[in-house]
């Protein structure tokens, strides 16, 4: 049974086309992985299909009584409330069940017995939805979700205007899993979790009864909780049955069949031509050329595979710096209170460290007092000689109006237009995403417009915070050859041991400094 059917979806912006005459089914059950490139139009296709996007042509078709939950990142939560509270709003519709009870308590010490028996009869149907719903087991699933991502570590009474970009998402994403919908849309949800937390939603994921449609680039996430993959290429989508290693191998023989049916093709057109070119102007000969050229003519073209833009990462080295790049001195961080014990700790040339941790805890807030850009609550931070620094900042302004060409332009002013359209196809971006404006750009895109800016200066330090995220394999998998080929030092915060564990020198865990209780 088919619970979301998409037929002859054509879209675009602009002049670029997105998606051309594509079609999708999700039926009862599935776990969906939607995969392809930074900017192919994945979460272009989320919007579509949830009716934020009216696509130009086709329709979407919902099958009935289904209640869609997705993961929206840039869903605003409302200031004032507490984390406990926003994640008791998923049981809205029981709370709300609940006063209408209350209600026809108060109302059944004015009825007439006719009415009496009505009001019991709705009584007993409230109290029976509500006890098979689990209402009175609330908080205790609220607190199980929540501390499945991390949220107990900071804090259920904190009030969400004061989390970060990657806080909120997972308020947003334990919301979402606690109103367990029919079907689960979830666009990176692994972004900003730990690896802790990533093993939990791996498990509710694969528990998970109903459908649910998933972006992602982490591959060993994809590999353990989805059986059908859609791929979105060549504004085409194209469904594989397995997971993300079985599409791999099926895309690789389609790839290989496709270069070989286009070669022959090829092969056999020049034969024509080069039998038409030699017999068409000879009388005796004239018909087999015209009956050749015919044959020619009806010869439905293959298109050769097309090879995407492919990023080259490399980060350009500043003079040595003296042996410590910074040490600390009694250090704690925070902004209002202390996140952190007192720190002595120093990072030395050369060294590749891999900040870990739980979200809550202030790995950021740790790369931003080490760089100086936030005091210290308390204790102080020395840096070395000559130490430059180069930065990668997790979250960028999604309003941002100027161009990916007018981003890295306004920092590098000196550069010609020929300079700075190099330096974007590098990190990967074609002619028509260097003209988009950034609020358009995929999460992947405008990481790699933020790369490409640190690619641009000498440094002899690289301080990255989650830079893996929103990247796509491929993307993901340039970086790491260039940070190991980096001859600096680097110091990084990340959830993907795959990413790192084979050419780091330490590991600094947040969770071994933190004063909450983990």
């Keep these: 049974m088919s619970v979301l059917t998409v037929q002859n979806i054509s879209h675009g912006f602009g002049d670029r086309a997105i998606f051309?005459?594509?079609?999708?089914?999700?039926?009862?059950?599935?776990?969906?992985?939607?995969?392809?490139?930074?900017?192919?139009?994945?979460?272009?296709?989320l919007n579509i299909v949830t009716g934020k996007l009216t696509p130009d042509e086709g329709k979407v078709i919902w099958s009935n009584r289904v209640k869609v939950g997705y993961l929206d990142q840039h869903t605003i939560?409302?200031?004032?409330?507490?984390?406990?509270?926003?994640?008791?709003?998923?049981?809205?519709?029981?709370?709300?069940?609940?006063?209408?009870?209350?209600?026809?308590?108060?109302?059944?010490?004015?009825?007439?017995?006719?009415?009496?028996?009505?009001?019991?009869?709705?009584?007993?149907?409230?109290?029976?939805?509500?006890?098979?719903?689990g209402f009175y087991m609330i908080d205790a699933k609220v607190e199980e979700v929540g501390n499945g991502l991390g949220l107990g570590a900071i804090g259920f009474?904190?009030?969400?205007?004061?989390?970060?970009?990657?806080?909120?998402?997972?308020?947003?994403?334990?919301?979402?899993?606690l109103e367990k919908p029919t079907i689960l849309l979830l666009d990176e949800p692994t972004n900003y979790l730990d690896v802790e937390h990533i093993d939990w939603l791996t498990r509710f994921l694969q528990d998970y009864e109903n459908s649910f449609v998933l972006i992602s680039h982490d591959i060993e996430f994809l590999n353990k909780v989805v059986n059908i993959i859609y791929h979105v290429e060549n504004k085409e989508l194209t469904r594989y049955v397995g997971n993300y290693n079985d599409f791999?191998?099926?895309?690789?023989?389609?790839?290989?069949?496709?270069?070989?049916?286009?070669?022959?093709?090829?092969?056999?057109?020049?034969?024509?031509?080069?039998?038409?070119?030699?017999?068409?102007?000879r009388v005796a000969t004239r018909g087999m050329a015209n009956s050749r050229q015919k044959r020619l003519d009806k010869i439905e073209?293959?298109?050769?595979?097309?090879?995407?833009?492919?990023?080259?990462?490399?980060?350009?080295?500043?003079?040595?710096?003296?042996?410590?790049?910074?040490?600390?001195?009694?250090?704690?961080?925070?902004?209002?209170?202390?996140?952190?014990?007192?720190?002595?700790?120093?990072?030395?040339?050369g060294q590749k460290i891999a900040i870990v941790g739980?979200?809550?805890?202030?790995?950021?807030?740790?790369?931003?007092?080490?760089?100086?850009?936030i005091p210290s609550y308390d204790g102080k931070v020395e840096h070395g000689d000559y130490v430059i620094p180069g930065y990668f900042e997790q979250e960028s302004n999604y309003d941002n109006d100027r161009s990916a060409l007018e981003e890295l332009w306004s920092e590098f002013p000196t550069f010609t237009q020929f300079e700075v359209r190099q330096a974007l196809a590098l990190a990967g971006l074609g002619n028509d995403r260097i003209t988009s404006k950034m609020k358009v750009l995929s999460g992947g895109?405008?990481?790699?417009?933020?790369?490409?800016?640190?690619?641009?200066?000498?440094?002899n330090v690289l301080i990255l915070d989650e830079p893996t995220n929103h990247l796509d394999v491929e993307a993901k998998e340039e970086l790491k050859k260039a940070l190991k080929d980096f001859k600096g030092t680097v110091l990084f915060v990340c959830h993907e041991p795959e990413f790192y564990q084979d050419w780091i020198t330490d590991v600094w865990n947040v969770e071994n400094w933190s004063n909450k209780i983990i």
Aim: aromatic share 6%.
């Design 20 to 45: 051309q005459d594509v079609s999708f089914r999700l039926l009862k059950g599935e776990h969906v992985g939607l995969i392809g490139a930074n900017g192919e139009g994945k979460s272009t296709f």
């Design 77 to 133: 939560l409302t200031p004032g409330k507490t984390i406990r509270e926003v994640l008791r709003d998923a049981f809205k519709y029981l709370f709300e069940l609940e006063e209408e009870m209350l209600q026809i308590g108060d109302r059944m010490a004015e009825a007439d017995e006719a009415e009496l028996e009505k009001l019991l009869e709705d009584m007993g149907d409230i109290q029976n939805t509500l006890e098979s719903s």
């Design 157 to 177: 009474d904190r009030e969400v205007q004061d989390l970060s970009g990657g806080q909120r998402t997972k308020v947003l994403l334990a919301k979402l899993l």
């Design 248 to 281: 791999m191998r099926l895309y690789e023989i389609k790839k290989e069949q496709q270069i070989n049916a286009f070669n022959r093709q090829q092969q056999e057109i020049a034969k024509l031509e080069d039998f038409i070119a030699r017999n068409k102007a």
């Design 301 to 349: 073209l293959i298109e050769k595979p097309r090879e995407k833009a492919k990023p080259t990462f490399f980060f350009k080295e500043a003079r040595t710096p003296g042996r410590f790049i910074f040490t600390t001195k009694d250090l704690v961080i925070g902004y209002d209170g202390p996140l952190t014990k007192p720190l002595n700790i120093s990072l030395e040339r």
């Design 358 to 373: 739980c979200n809550g805890l202030g790995k950021s807030t740790l790369l931003k007092t080490l760089l100086g850009f």
């Design 445 to 459: 895109e405008q990481a790699k417009v933020r790369l490409s800016k640190l690619m641009q200066r000498e440094c």
